[in-house]
Every structure is written in C-alpha cells, then in structure tokens.
C-alpha cells in the first residue's frame, strides 16, 4: 500500500503526514497591422545574440540575487531585497498563426508554458519573489493552500524542494472526498514525489474557516514542534508575488527592444484568475508607452 487513511482538516487540525515519496529526485482591424500579445496566464523568438545571452545559465538557476526593479517600478513600496532564479527565463515570445483571423492581424503568444514544466507557467515568477524573502527570513518549511489538484500548490512544493525546504499543502476537496486518500494524480502525483506533506479540507469548512486562518492554525502548529514555517497565500497572490509579474512585463519590453523590426503591440490579452494581479498588470500596461499606439 503507498497510502494510510487520511484524517480531516478542521479548525483545530493535526497534521496530516500522508506517506509519500519521502526521496526527493532530480529535476535535471486597424490601417497598420493589428498586433495582440496574449500571456498564457522571459525571450521573442530572434536570432539575436543579445537576447541568447539573457537566457538562463548553469550558474544563474538557484541563486539568489540582488534585485532592481526597472524604473518605470521604482516608485513602488516595498522593494524586495533578492530574487532567486527557479525559472527557465525568458520564455519566448511566438507569432501563431491561427485560422481565419481578421484582416491585418497578429497574434503573438508570450510562451510561459515554457519556464520549466515542474514549476507550471506564470506561478514560478511569483515564487522567485516568495521564496527568496522565506530563505531570507530563516524559515526551513513552506505552507500553501489551494485546490486539490492546483497549480499553484505543485510549483510551491517542487521550488520549495530544489531549496531543500519542507513543504506543506492545504488542499480543497469535495465533501465525500475530504477522508479518503487523494490518490496519485495529476499534481498529486508530482507533490508526492516531492515528499510534500498533504492535509485535506472540505470545500464547506474551507468556506467558513478560510484560508488565512487554515494556513495560520497550521504555521502555530509547525511553530510549536520547532519549525520555521513561512506561509504564502493561495495563489502567492499579495503584493511581493506581483513583482514576478513586474518582471514580466520588464521581459516583454526588453524583447520588444531587442527586437530589429522594433514590434509593437496594439493590445494584450491576459488570461487571469486572481483580480488583484490582473487588474494591477493592466495598471503597470496602460502606464507604459511601450505598448501604446
């Protein structure tokens, strides 16, 4: 048997220590053209040298750096300190030729399904942010919540793992679900191997508990036994992930400078399910005149 009976998350929860792959593995129209950029959620396709030497090399990944943000950022507070680079960036910027587009359009994809599989798309660059600050601050786990088979929550566990960090998962399930053993599937699968400690909760009591609250009950519990627990929210959405996203759009203006034809975007697609990060992208899009006409 690869699993035990699993035991409920409720308001005062014990840790739920699911028997996993406790090894950890390597990870080896308009009268010009319309032009649309659309983000699956760091380089544009060239054969550019400059660009070649932005990308990332055997010395970058894991090291954790000094950060600047670009100038156009300056004026925000807090700056984040460091960086680590988890990443395989800067991801490509491609032209997709899709059926029956209007006349004289263009759509360009930015390709971060390609920053690294493990680290699934855009999550990473929020992480590079997270987890330099949770390093800095001393913690040796990581604790995140999430649906059961949530992005977020796989990319955190294997970060957290090439860090060599413990990592710690609140994960939503169903009702009928929430005492039964969550299986090997899908994220599952990945966060398991990653020797990830799993808890389950009912959608109905991560409703009315919440996810601060979940997360705080577990980081007293983990402070207690000793440990240095450093939490992230669902998603990693609070104001240091949004500078993985700052970044990203430092990326695009870089690619689009490096760029010998100099291509411009007319507008940029973003596909998003946390509000504050799309809405504040759209802020930082619309103040640049990188992607004005």
């Not at 507070?77 to 491609?94: C, E, G, R």
């Not at 929210?233 to 990326?251: F, K």
Request: aromatic share 8%; proline share 6%; charged share 20%.
């Amino acid at each position: 048997m690869l699993w035990s009976a699993t035991a409920r998350l409720s308001a005062n929860p014990s840790p739920l220590h699911l028997p996993v792959f406790n090894q950890s593995i390597t990870v080896f129209g308009k009268s010009k053209p319309s032009r649309v950029c659309c983000s699956p959620s760091r380089a544009m396709e060239t054969n550019d040298d400059t660009s070649k030497a932005k990308g990332l090399s055997f010395d970058d990944f894991l090291s954790k750096k000094p950060y600047s943000p670009p100038t156009w950022a300056s004026h925000l507070k807090p700056i984040p300190s460091h960086v680590f680079s988890l990443a395989h960036l800067p991801t490509p910027i491609h032209k997709w030729n899709l059926p029956n587009l209007p006349q004289n359009t263009e759509v360009w994809l930015k390709r971060d399904d390609l920053s690294g599989m493990q680290l699934s798309g855009n999550k990473v660059r929020k992480l590079e942010f997270l987890l330099a600050e949770a390093v800095a601050q001393g913690a040796d786990c990581i604790i995140t919540i999430g649906g059961i088979q949530s992005n977020h929550c796989r990319a955190t566990a294997v970060a957290a793992k090439y860090l060599n960090l413990d990592s710690y998962l609140i994960l939503r399930t169903s009702k009928l679900l929430v005492d039964k053993d969550p299986g090997l599937t899908g994220n599952l699968l990945v966060e398991r191997f990653m020797g990830t400690h799993i808890q389950l909760i009912s959608k109905e009591e991560y409703a009315k508990i919440g996810s601060v609250a979940l997360t705080n009950v577990l980081k007293e519990q983990l402070l207690k036994e000793g440990r240095r627990p450093y939490v992230i929210p669902v998603g990693g959405s609070n104001s240091l992930g949004t500078w993985g996203y700052i970044e990203a759009m430092r990326e695009i203006e870089e690619q689009l400078q490096i760029r010998s034809n100099r291509v411009k975007f007319d507008d940029i697609v973003v596909a998003c399910g946390r509000f504050m990060h799309f809405a504040f992208v759209m802020i930082l899009i619309t103040s640049m005149t990188l992607f004005k006409t």
